[in-house]
């Protein structure tokens, strides 16, 4: 038996120390861990779920965002190692998959224990360049725009403008976050990976979801399910079953 204690990087909002795997998660740009606070009662007992803490939100909304990839990972991968004593899968949405992606690979060069399943969502292969022109560091009225375009924030908070005060420098520095990552090619993971996403996003388009299979050289599923880049919560129900049907097929017990 074995109990993850809450801590300043990892939140288990319902520990389950009998789980037979740990579900890592990762916000997407502007999130926190309070987007997976109900995912253990959607979850098997076998799943114990433990979201990450991000400085810039939450209980640490006083402290400084990260606008570095490379820098967040190497702090999770510290924080995270006393937690890798059981079998365990990492999810990521959108800034969250790039996070799980090189946390994952970050963990190999290390010589750490590998994930059992590596779920990314909403995000294209990392291999396959963005062209768009960044937007995190717009002018106000210009970067209010976009976010309107990506319907991920409330359109309450976009116009209340003490609330855009409050959330505005997390988002750039999120946005920064996966806007100026380089990718650097490595040998391709040996963990199997599920790419997920909304048929409407994006990133779902021309193959770039389907081209996350060239990152390992184990098992691949893509799962394109309804909706938008949000997909997961407007079609909650249909995702969970989706991702209970991947987890299934771990060699873990999980049911």
Not at 100 to 115: D, I, K, W
Not at 134 to 155: H, V
């Amino acid at each position: 038996m074995t109990l993850i204690p809450e801590t300043t990087w990892l939140a288990c909002p319902k520990p389950k120390p009998n789980a037979a795997l740990r579900l890592f998660c990762f916000p997407y740009a502007g999130g926190g861990s309070a987007l997976f606070m109900n995912w253990p009662d959607l979850l098997p007992q076998s799943v114990e779920v433990c979201a990450a803490r991000l400085p810039g939100r939450g209980a640490r909304m006083k402290e400084r965002p990260f606008t570095n990839l490379s820098e967040m990972v190497g702090t999770i991968s510290e924080t995270i190692a006393p937690f890798l004593n059981k079998p365990f899968a990492f999810f990521g949405h959108s800034m969250g998959a790039m996070i799980s992606f090189e946390l994952a690979r970050r963990l190999r060069r290390e010589g750490q224990p590998a994930p059992e399943r590596l779920f990314v969502s909403g995000r294209r292969a990392p291999q396959l360049r963005c062209t768009d022109p960044p937007t995190y560091n717009l002018p106000d009225a210009e970067f209010i725009r976009e976010l309107k375009t990506l319907n991920g924030t409330p359109p309450e908070v976009l116009m209340n403008e003490e609330l855009v005060r409050l959330v505005m420098p997390l988002l750039r520095s999120d946005f920064q976050v996966c806007q100026t990552h380089e990718y650097t090619p490595e040998a391709p993971l040996a963990c199997a990976i599920t790419a997920m996403g909304g048929i409407e996003d994006e990133e779902a388009q021309e193959g770039r979801l389907d081209a996350w299979k060239e990152q390992t050289t184990s098992s691949f599923s893509l799962r394109i399910m309804p909706g938008d880049h949000f997909y997961l919560h407007k079609y909650e129900s249909l995702f969970f079953r989706t991702l209970l049907s991947e987890l299934a097929d771990l060699d873990v017990r999980v049911k």
